[in-house]
């Protein structure tokens, strides 16, 4: 039986109240399982996506608006790579609700995949951000 993960719908971004993060809600479902499960992932805005935007882009300036669609575009395709970083990591082998908090505290050993996934995308998340935003 095919037992890969499949994402069938994620919601998102909500700022979390009392935290630095952006979080985003997806639906999982494996053939195994009767329903779909949900999974918060939590990008952390200071440890996580200005280190990263920092690391694709460098210094860049522009409007409020353009930052905002910046930190969206980005969030959501480092909330797409820790998913993918649990998965390997057998995070969401089990059938329940689940958590994947910022790579930081007890999650830091993550984040150097993370930060090597931003590396290796680097050029083409600099391209999508440029079609996207104009920068």
């Not at 053939?31 to 200005?50: F, H």
């Not at 993918?84 to 689940?98: F, Y």
């Not at 830091?108 to 290796?120: G, I, M, Q, T």
Request: hydrophobic share 40%.
């Amino acid at each position: 039986m095919d037992n890969r993960l499949k994402i069938t719908d994620v919601i998102g971004p909500y700022r979390e109240p009392r935290e630095q993060t952006f979080s985003y809600d997806y639906s999982i479902q494996r053939a195994s399982w009767p329903t779909a499960q949900a999974v918060r992932v939590k990008v952390a805005i200071p440890e996580e996506l200005d280190v990263i935007r920092s690391k694709v882009l460098g210094d860049v300036v522009g409007t409020p608006g353009q930052q905002l669609m910046i930190s969206k575009c980005l969030s959501r395709h480092i909330a797409d790579e820790k998913i993918r970083i649990a998965e390997s990591d057998g995070m969401l082998t089990e059938r329940r609700d689940t958590v994947v908090g910022p790579f930081t505290g007890p999650w830091v050993h993550l984040f150097p995949r993370l930060d090597a996934w931003a590396v290796e995308q680097r050029d083409a998340l600099r391209a999508e951000i440029k079609a996207r935003v104009g920068l």
